[in-house]
Each structure stands twice: as C-alpha cells, then as structure tokens.
C-alpha cells in the first residue's frame, strides 16, 4: 500500500480538510525561521491581509528565546550556536 497525504493523516488522527492547513502552517514557521521575510511570505501564501500571515508565520519558542539571546542587541551576538541540521 502507498504512502499517501490521506494515510498519514489518518494514522495521526488528523481531521479531514486539515492537513492542507497544518503544511500552510508548517512551512510558514520554517521560511519564518529560516530568516525568510513576511512580506515574501504573504506573497507566497497568497494573503491579501498581513495580519493573517502572522497568524501563520508563528515561530517556535525555542526559536524566539535564540532570537533575545543572540539577536543584535545582545552581548553574545557573535557567539550564537550553530543550528543542527
């Protein structure tokens, strides 16, 4: 049996009509954290509001605590850790 989209979410219990919503999101917060600019990715979700694409472009909090620890204002900018990818 294949691997199908419809599988998946049926083996996560995810409700019908969801998961095209849950990849939205999902790549949102990745383009978002991978320095990707919120303009851009208004563009790219096809949002006429930018309000709406904040609601998508929500960041993990581990990222938001890197971004205070490490952003420019901080004294450890030039210190921060490589990701691991």
């Known amino acids: 049996m294949p691997i199908t989209l419809p599988t998946i979410r049926d083996s996560i219990k995810l409700p019908k009509g969801q998961a095209t919503h849950?990849?939205?999101?999902?790549?949102?917060?990745?383009?978002?954290?991978?320095?990707?600019?919120?303009?851009?990715?208004?563009k790219i979700l096809g949002h006429s509001s930018l309000a709406m694409t904040m609601r998508y472009a929500h960041l993990a909090p581990e990222h938001l605590a890197d971004a205070l620890k490490y952003g420019p204002l901080s004294d450890k900018h030039s210190t921060r850790p490589t990701p691991p990818y």
Request: proline share 0%; hydrophobic share 45%.
């Open 22 to 42: 849950v990849l939205r999101h999902s790549f949102a917060s990745h383009f978002m954290q991978n320095d990707g600019k919120v303009l851009t990715l208004q």
